[in-house]
């Protein structure tokens, strides 16, 4: 044991990789099926919001783009499970327990689509987030997460242009669809920035998490470098943040903002977000609907395998 703890220690020194079938300890077995699943679910319950405006988009151009984008967060979720069933989770079960409310899914998902501008800033704004959150995870230390956030990370890429290139003709129309913009950044904004977790202060699993080099940076520091990426591409758009703190600061050579509604954040994590109790309800129903493609395709799986036998 002390032997397989050591060799576990020497393999993330050396940067280097865990693979499916070295030992390791509980924890970090632990650790990971509980982020990679909240990452899955994340994908899976984030197809709902964008969803909503697919049989509304206004071109068959911003149609064929949404249904894309919609398809790759399925197939996002679909690699994340699978790595989690590298570490010996059975995904029916993970869906269980998203279902019974015993494992998260991002905050985000849980505000609502209100308007066609909420399509553009999701991919700019959510998206821009998840790609500052996840391209470190592209180097995490369990080798079958990495490899998968290599691919999901520039599906995210082309994600967060489609946002940037939408919000861009939105902004050359009329004043009427400025205002649709301005009004969705005003929105999305500050959860946006409470993707990123709770504050450095307050994140039990951060610490542990960067020791075992799962995580690479704290959930504060990639916060920040959001924020520094996203002032200046706000203002090529020509829209404002809405955050009157917002101000460079040359000495520490950052962008300063104002603070974050926490209680907000612990509110959405707790169950009543706007659309938490829509998004389980929509969620179980898919699944419950779904029952029977599961069934036919381990009929199917059964027979096949009786075949080769
Ligand atoms: N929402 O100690 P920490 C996407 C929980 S992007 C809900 O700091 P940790 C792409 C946390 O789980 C979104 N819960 O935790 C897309 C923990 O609870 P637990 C998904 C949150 O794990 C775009 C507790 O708070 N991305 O889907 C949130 O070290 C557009 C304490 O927090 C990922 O999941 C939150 N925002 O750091 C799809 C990335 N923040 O489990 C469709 C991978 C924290 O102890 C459309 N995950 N919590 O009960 C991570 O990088 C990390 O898990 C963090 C949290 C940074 C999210």
Redesign the pocket.
């Known amino acids: 044991m002390d032997d397989l703890q050591a060799q576990f220690d020497a393999t993330i020194a050396a940067d280097q990789r865990i693979e499916p079938r070295d030992w390791m300890p509980e924890g970090y077995r632990r650790t990971l099926i509980?982020?990679i699943a909240?990452?899955a679910h994340?994908?899976i319950i984030?197809?709902q919001p964008?969803g909503n405006w697919i049989l509304r988009a206004p071109t068959l151009r911003r149609k064929a783009i949404l249904l894309a984008k919609v398809q790759d967060?399925a197939g996002h979720g679909l690699y994340l499970y699978s790595a989690a069933e590298t570490l010996g989770a059975d995904r029916a079960e993970l869906t269980e327990l998203l279902l019974a409310g015993k494992q998260?899914?991002?905050?985000?998902f849980n505000y609502p689509t209100l308007s066609y501008a909420d399509v553009g800033v999701?991919g700019w704004l959510?998206?821009g987030a998840?790609i500052c959150?996840?391209v470190p995870?592209c180097r995490c230390s369990y080798g079958p997460y990495a490899r998968a956030m290599i691919r999901i990370c520039k599906e995210?890429s082309f994600?967060q242009r489609q946002g940037y290139e939408l919000l861009m003709a939105m902004m050359q129309g009329t004043d009427e669809q400025r205002a649709m913009v301005q009004e969705s950044v005003n929105r999305w904004w500050w959860p946006s920035l409470?993707?990123?977790?709770?504050p450095d202060s307050d994140?039990?699993?951060?610490q542990q998490?960067m020791a075992w080099k799962i995580?690479r940076h704290s959930?504060d520091e990639l916060r920040q470098r959001f924020v520094d990426m996203t002032v200046p591409q706000a203002e090529a758009l020509g829209v404002t943040l809405p955050d009157p703190d917002l101000r460079w600061n040359p000495e520490r050579g950052h962008y300063d903002f104002g603070e974050i509604d926490w209680s907000e954040f612990k509110a959405v994590?707790a169950g009543a977000g706007p659309c938490n109790a829509q998004r389980l309800a929509h969620r179980r129903r898919a699944h419950e609907n779904g029952a029977w493609v599961r069934e036919a395709a381990a009929a199917y799986a059964e027979k096949h395998a009786r075949k080769q036998e």
Do not use: C, W
């Open positions: 509980r982020q909240q990452h994340s994908e984030g197809m964008e967060e998260k899914y991002s905050s985000i999701i959510v998206d998840a959150n996840q995870l995210e994600h409470m993707m990123f977790g709770p994140s039990p699993n951060t998490s995580k959930n994590l």
